[in-house]
Each structure stands twice: as structure tokens, then as C-alpha cells.
């Protein structure tokens, strides 16, 4: 029988909260499915400079390298918001995702049709959305050098200073997220829109010729458009369901992923996957996580919403176990229980009612799983 490993990294705040109802899930998915996870727990985070003063220790990086997929709550809260940069909890979320060489962000935006009041957009625009936004996530103008801030004599600006990013993609980065995103469309609508401004970037002209280049030679069989990525933005909100996987820079992704993330309603209820390189077994390396921070406001009150790190999980039964089947299972359970209006606290409308805990949202998606 195959075993799944999978390193659980909690992290901090709701983080805890959220992972023991994907335990509970997991559970599920044991007793009843008969599959296999071989389960171990660490910590990120404040939770690991409390321990290891940094916020990852080897050991755990050496472990997240080992696993088929590691699963990450949340980092981050008030008590650490005043330590060195190099120690602050998201330095321990960045150095998982560099090292693991992690290039590939999914962000998928699905509206479940009980929850369609709750974007901003109109229900009719909204209900049954499914888009797959996949952002290059290591290089690009976060990381491109020269950057920096320095004094600036230029004539107009003397006496002043410039502050300098420089945007850099290579083929080699282009290609691999294009693969990436040809390979998950495949697998959905068989349709990727790319989005760049190669009208006044090169990086962008050489974006586009890359993206089409991996296309021709090794995607035909997938449709394939192109968008300058202000426009993009405009038909995001315009008429969303146009799309079914859009693969972009780190920074267009970066924003674009944030305003399809708002067309679905709560934080609460988004997950997300970073994808690198397939390992030894085939398998993409993977890490898993709900978009949602420490939310430190509700932490240790029961009103954390799990949904978000369900359904992280669910994306690493598809992606990193190949259980396509199980993944569905699991998203049909959330809908059923949402469509009964079993809702935590983030998720209520105005027309009011008793929110449920974090655990009996929990409690109610096992229990839906048995008929989904
Ligand atoms: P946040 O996502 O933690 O919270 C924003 C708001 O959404 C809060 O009101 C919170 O209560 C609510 N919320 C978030 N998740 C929820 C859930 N599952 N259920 C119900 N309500 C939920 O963002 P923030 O307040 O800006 O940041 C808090 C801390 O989290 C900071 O330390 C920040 O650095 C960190 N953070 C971490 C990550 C990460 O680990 N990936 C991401 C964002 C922020």
C-alpha cells in the first residue's frame, strides 16, 4: 500500500486551530478510504524562535525536503512583530519556499454557490467561478538585481535619492511556469490565458515569446491566449469565468491573485499551493497553505474558519498524491455543508444566525465526506 508522507507545519496564532481539524480529516480519510499518511509535526515560525531562536530549524528544513508534501497553517503575530528582520517568523516561510525551490504559485479562485452573496461582484457574475491563477513565485522584480535605495544627484532630483528594482525573467524561469500552468490546464479546461505587458516591458515581449514558444512545441492541444495584464485586471472583475488557468509574473501575480481572491467572499476560505521541480517519485516538491495570516484578533476563541486549510489539503491530494478523486470528495464535502448554512463566524450574512466553532466546522465536513 502507498503511504503519504506529509510534514504538518502548524506555525502560529489560528495556525494550530485550523491544523487539527485537517487531522481530523485526515483521520477520515484513514479510517474510511483506506489510504496511508505517514504524519510528522514540527514547528515554523514564532513558534520556532521561541524553541531554536530562528524561525525554521535545519532539522525541519531538512525534513520539508524529505516529505511528498508539507502542509503550513500560519506564521506571524504581535509578540514577534519587534525581532530582527532575520529572525522574524516569515523568514522561516521564505526560506522553505526558496529552498524547495517552490516557482510555481497556485491560487485557485472558486466560488461555492453558497457563498456567491458574499463577493463583491454581482451573484450572476460570480456563482460557479473557477479560476486557477498560477504566479511565478522566485524571481521576477522581487528578487532581480541591481535594487536598492541610494543618493540621487541627477539633475531636478539633486541632493535626493533613487529607489531601484529591476524586473528579470530568464527563458529558463519563463518556460518552467509555463509548463506548469500547460500541465494544470490539462488536467481542467484545457485553456491558459498568459498575462504580461509586452507592450512596454521586454521582459514581457520575451514573457509572451516563451510562453508561446513552450505552447508550440510542447502544449498544442491546450488553447492559449494572451492579455496585457492591466486589462487582465479589468476582465478579472469584468467577467471572471472567461477564464481557467492564468499564469503571470511574480508581481502581476502577486496582485492579480489578491483581487480573484476578493470575487469569492471571506479569507477564510482561501487555500493556496507552491509548487517546484517533480522529485525523485515524480511528484512536484509541494507546500501547502491557506492564504489567511495569524489572524492574532481571534486566536484561541474557537471563530477560526478551517475551511482554507481543508481545502490546502485537498489541493495536496490532487497535486502531490495524485488523488484526484479523494480532492473532489473533500471540496464536495465543504460545499455540502456550507449549502446547509453551517457557517464560522467570518462567513455570516447580514441576515445573522449562530455561528459555528472552529471545531464544529471541523466535525461537520467529516461528517459530510461520508456522502460526498
Ligand atoms: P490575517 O489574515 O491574519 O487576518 C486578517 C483578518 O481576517 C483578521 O480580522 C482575521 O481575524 C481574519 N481571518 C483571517 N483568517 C481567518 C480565518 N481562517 N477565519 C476567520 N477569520 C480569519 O492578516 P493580518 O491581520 O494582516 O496579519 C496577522 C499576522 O499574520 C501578521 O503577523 C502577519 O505578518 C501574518 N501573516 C502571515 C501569513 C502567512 O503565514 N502566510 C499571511 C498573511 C499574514
Redesign the pocket.
Known sequence: MTTYSLLILP?????PE?MAEVRKVIGWFETNRGLSFDVSEDLV?GAAYDKHGKPLADETMAKALEVDAVL???????A??NLDFSVK??RG?LRLRKEMDLFANLRPAQCFDALADFSSLKRDVVAGLDILIVRELTSGVYFGQPRGISADDTPGNEGGRVGVNTQRYTSGEIRRVARAAFELARKRNNRVCSMEKANVMESGILWREEVQWVHDNEYPDVELSHMYADNGAMQLVRNPRQFDVIVTDNLFGDILSDAAAMLTG???MLPSASLGAPMENGRPRAMY??????????TGQG???????ILSFAMALRYSYGLGDEADRLERAVEKVLADGVR???LMGPEGGTPVSTSQMGDAIVAALAAA
Open positions: 506555525g502560529d496564532g489560528i495556525g485550523v515560525g503550513l497553517g500560519a506564521v506571524g503575530g504581535p514577534y512583530d517568523p516569515e516561510l471571506s479569507l477564510g497553505e491557506p492564504v489567511h495570516g495569524s489572524a492574532p484578533d481571534i471563530k477560526a474558519n478551517p475551511i482554507a486549510c464560522t463566524g467570518d
